[in-house]
């Protein structure tokens, strides 16, 4: 059985634009975050 997963990510973030590509380590937000939810 496959499992799918809905990761939901604001561009707009007031507090911090672009959030989801912000690098972290050489590597945007968001795939550190889809690499936690593997």
């Given at each position: 059985?496959?499992?799918?997963v809905?990761?939901?990510?604001?561009?707009?973030?007031t507090r911090?634009?672009?959030?989801?590509?912000a690098?972290?380590?050489g590597?945007?937000?968001?795939c550190?975050?889809v690499?936690?939810?593997?």
């Amino acid at each position: 059985m496959k499992v799918q997963v809905y990761i939901p990510s604001r561009m707009a973030s007031t507090r911090l634009p672009g959030k989801p590509l912000a690098d972290i380590n050489g590597l945007p937000m968001i795939c550190h975050v889809v690499n936690r939810a593997n």
